[in-house]
């Protein structure tokens, strides 16, 4: 099992540009879920999917940012433009959501955004 | 709404001392509770969970939490701690009706001195 995977782990860009951060969850795992980390605020829940379906987006901070799930094993979260207060470090988690939100979260290691 | 509240954002011990981590919990349901590690530059690994049962709960590396419904906590011990410890621990509490993702609370970083 190669866990969740994160693609980039690290991410520079110039404010106003668009960025776009990935992620493979474990396969089998049908919840999926996205958290933002800094350092201010900790760890943030942004949105989480369930069966490919987004469940609750209340933590997006704004317009700027979306997210999607084209199918089981793939997502993205997608920041258009780009600020430097987005700069933090984004990870995605999945779970098995058959045996409910007890199950564990399993996280990836993260991608470090830092905006300029 | 659940939540957690970690006491001490930053804890130190000595290399073979205790290390006692405090959360505290509210919740309007039984709560399912848990314990993550982050280590530096990598995601959050579950170090151990309550749900029901025994409130004595055992984890991975020697550490263990004790679930106290009189005082609302989940404190997370160790014995004798050692330098490879050393990371943020975050505690998360879940409604037992499972519908609900973690809520976390903002974290411990413990320093181990040798």
């Known amino acids: 099992d190669a866990g969740v995977i994160q693609s980039p782990r690290h991410e520079v860009t110039e404010m106003g540009q668009e960025v776009t951060l990935r992620c493979k969850p474990i396969?089998?795992?049908?919840?999926l879920f996205w958290y933002r980390q800094t350092m201010m605020r900790g760890l943030e829940l942004l949105i989480y999917f369930n069966n490919n379906v987004p469940i609750d987006d209340s933590g997006m901070p704004e317009d700027r940012f979306s997210a999607k799930m084209p199918n089981a094993s793939f997502s993205t979260l997608k920041i258009q433009p780009s600020e430097p207060r987005d700069s933090a470090v984004y990870f995605c988690?999945?779970?098995?959501?058959?045996?409910?939100?007890?199950?564990?979260?399993?996280f990836g290691n993260g991608t470090r955004l830092t905006v300029t | 709404a659940q939540s957690v509240t970690q006491l001490g954002s930053h804890v130190s011990v000595s290399e073979g001392a205790l290390v006692l981590l405090r959360c505290n919990y509210s919740?309007?349901?039984?709560?399912?509770l848990f314990w993550y590690v982050q280590y530096p530059n990598q995601g959050l690994q579950l170090l151990l969970k309550y749900t029901t049962g025994a409130t004595l709960v055992k984890g991975i590396n020697g550490f263990e939490a004790e679930f106290k419904k009189s005082e609302t906590s989940f404190h997370l011990t160790k014995p004798s701690a050692h330098m490879s410890d050393a990371a943020e621990y975050f505690c998360?509490?879940?409604?037992?009706?499972?519908?609900?993702?973690?809520?976390f609370g903002k974290g411990t970083r413990l320093s181990v001195i040798a």
């Open positions: 988690a999945s779970s098995s959501a058959k045996r409910g939100y007890n199950s564990p979260l399993h």
């Open positions: 998360a509490v879940n409604r037992n009706s499972g519908n609900t993702p973690l809520v």
């Open positions: 396969s089998g795992h049908n919840s």
């Open positions: 919740s309007s349901v039984p709560p399912y």
